[in-house]
């Protein structure tokens, strides 16, 4: 098994720009969840979807922020104007059923905003 | 609304003891909790996941249990390894099916 993919690994990018982070979750799994991890604030849930329908989206900061799933195999977490304070971890997690199953978590993405 | 907390401070232990970890929850009661590992540049990894009505879960040298009356679980590595060096976290669910984490507990295992 694969495991979740998120691309890139690493993000550099200049105030302003758009950002956009990509998960592809494991197979036949029904939920997927978008985390910002910082040292300050630990692991922050932004949205969690659920049959590709977002059940959640009261932890994304700001309009800023946006998601999506348009199918199954492929989520985007879109970023646009990004700010130096965005600068964290972003991981993306699957889980067989519902919010409260085991997670499986990818590798995480690693936002930098200069 | 739900809280949970972990010790902040780093626990160092000496190679071989039983390394003990907290996760303290108030406002609400979950039917259950789970314990993650994360090491340094990856994502957090599932362990182990304890229902209300189990006081204690093993597996091979990993004990938790759960005290619904003291709001409180405990993690348990027994014959500690530096390779179990690592933050642990405790995340449970929450009334609006979703999980909630605590910040972690960063575990050094010294030789």
């Known amino acids: 098994d694969a495991g979740v993919i998120q691309s890139p690994r690493h993000e550099v990018t200049e105030m302003g720009q758009e950002v956009t982070l990509r998960c592809k979750p494991i197979?036949?799994?029904?939920?997927l969840f978008w985390y910002r991890q910082t040292m300050m604030r630990g692991l922050e849930l932004l949205i969690y979807?659920?049959?590709?329908?977002?059940?959640?989206d009261s932890g994304m900061p700001e309009d800023r922020f946006s998601a999506k799933m348009p199918n199954a195999s492929f989520s985007t977490l879109k970023i646009q104007p990004s700010e130096p304070r965005d600068s964290a971890v972003y991981f993306c997690?699957?889980?067989?059923?519902?919010?409260?199953?085991?997670?499986?978590f990818g590798p995480g993405t690693r936002l930098t905003v200069l | 609304s739900q809280k949970i907390e972990q010790n902040s401070e780093a626990l160092n232990i000496q190679e071989g003891k039983t390394a003990t970890l907290t996760c303290n929850y108030t406002?609400?009661?979950?039917?259950?909790l789970q314990w993650y590992r994360q090491d340094p540049g990856r994502g957090p990894v599932f362990l182990l996941l304890i229902r209300e009505n189990e006081k204690e879960k093993r597996k091979e040298r990993l004990k938790v249990t759960f005290d619904t009356t003291l709001k409180q679980s405990l993690f348990h590595i027994t014959a500690s390894q530096p390779a179990d060096s690592a933050t642990y976290l405790c995340?449970?669910?929450?009334?609006?099916?979703?999980?909630?984490w605590g910040a972690g507990t960063k575990l050094i295992i010294k030789p």
């Open positions: 406002n609400y009661s979950p039917a259950y």
């Open positions: 997690a699957s889980s067989p059923g519902t919010g409260t199953d085991t997670q499986y």
């Open positions: 979807f659920n049959n590709n329908v977002p059940i959640d």
């Open positions: 995340a449970l669910e929450t009334s609006n099916y979703q999980l909630i």
């Open positions: 197979s036949g799994h029904n939920s």
